[in-house]
């Protein structure tokens, strides 16, 4: 399912415009990775609710600028710090014949059948909550998967233990950096 995102181009750009585009229910963005970039603005109503949703950040969306659709991911965006509004949104142009470097969340699937929460009343505590990964742009996992069925207390799962999709490589990994994304808590026999 591939989320598709109506977008204008602006023509003014500044604090004050920006400020009026919002005013009027649009957020300012820019869209760059191919030639220069575009400053566009979108629907804030549209924005607000899907930037709420994890899998809006994994996955391609299709960007209609003026009738002509790109293939592009979110990279950024900011949010006013007192009001519930968007401020602005950053999408990169994907080119879908060159691996992505993206964030990818982790999840934690099994940990109620592990040892170290049914008999020694533990707990699994995430270290890290996203991995930096490449992988091909047309297979980006929604979630990585990190199997916690048989860790007792006092373990410490890392990179490796993840469950890795097929064309979906580590980057630490790569550079040979094996870093801890999960402690398990609990009571040792």
Do not use: W
């Not at 950024?76 to 142009?93: A, L, N, T």
């Not at 979630?143 to 373990?155: H, I, N, Q, R, S």
Request: hydrophobic share 40%; proline share 4%.
């Amino acid at each position: 399912m591939s989320i598709t995102i109506k977008a204008t181009v602006r023509d003014t750009q500044g604090t004050g415009a920006s400020r009026r585009l919002r005013n009027s229910g649009q957020v300012p963005a820019v869209v760059y990775g191919v030639g220069e970039a575009k400053a566009v603005a979108v629907d804030h109503k549209e924005m607000f609710y899907a930037l709420k949703k994890e899998s809006f950040f994994t996955q391609l969306l299709k960007l209609e600028i003026d009738g002509k659709v790109q293939e592009v991911i979110v990279r950024d965006y900011q949010m006013h710090p007192v009001k519930q509004q968007v401020q602005h949104i950053d999408f990169q142009v994907v080119d879908l014949k060159q691996p992505l470097r993206m964030r990818i969340p982790v999840h934690v699937v099994n940990a109620e059948k592990s040892q170290a929460v049914k008999l020694q009343s533990g707990r699994v505590s995430l270290l890290s909550t996203v991995v930096d990964v490449i992988v091909d742009p047309k297979n980006i996992p929604a979630a990585l998967e990190l199997d916690c069925e048989k860790v007792v207390a006092g373990d410490i799962l890392h990179l490796s233990d993840i469950n890795y999709p097929k064309g979906v490589q580590s980057v630490a990994l790569k550079r040979n950096s094996n870093l801890a994304v999960a402690t398990v808590t609990g009571k040792k026999r």
